[in-house]
């Protein structure tokens, strides 16, 4: 099932502040805003992909176990505000320390006004791969400094790097990195199968 799009009768623009109380209002609902200002309701993922973001987010608590210095994990729940005005969500995301405390307590309660230093997304049934791919280049496009993007359907993966580079696994037989961003950073993909 592809996304929705609202349409609204005039070209009614949300504030970031607006957009947070009409998703706060509407919270059994997954809405991004894109960059033209579209408001986009995701369908919710299968039993599959929970299982595996549920398999990353322990394999991401694991990882960070004595890096509390080092910064900050969120998961699907959080949007960001980016600078080419979308609100986007990634399934899991990392934000290293001094980026995050530059924040305010408020802004890290709404929608944090910053892109994730590193960002996961997960492709479920109801994903499209051109989309998502899309979704990946917005990221690195405001700002983040590694991506993944896994496949589980295809059982394939993509590395994003901040110079643009954008390294294919083929198969679940890899091991993704986490560059020079967070090299201590690897998953083997075995793991989500």
Known sequence: ????????????????????????????????????????????????????????????????????????????????????????????AFVFKDRWDKLTEEQRDKFPPLCPDFVIEVRSQSDSIKQLKEKMNDWMANGCRLGWLIDPIAKKAWIYSRDGLVKSFENFEAQLDGLDVLPELNLNLKLLV
């Open 1 to 92: 099932m592809e996304p929705i799009v609202l349409k609204f009768p005039t070209q009614h623009q949300f504030t970031d502040e607006e957009l947070f109380d009409f998703c706060a209002a509407n919270d059994w609902l997954k809405i991004e805003r894109n960059k033209q200002g579209q408001l986009i309701i995701m369908s919710p993922s299968g039993g599959n992909t929970g299982r595996i973001h549920f398999k990353i987010y322990e394999f991401l608590v694991h990882w960070s176990e004595g890096k509390e210095d080092l910064g900050y994990l969120v998961d699907a729940s959080v949007g960001f505000s980016l600078p080419d005005n979308s609100v986007l969500a990634p399934d899991a």
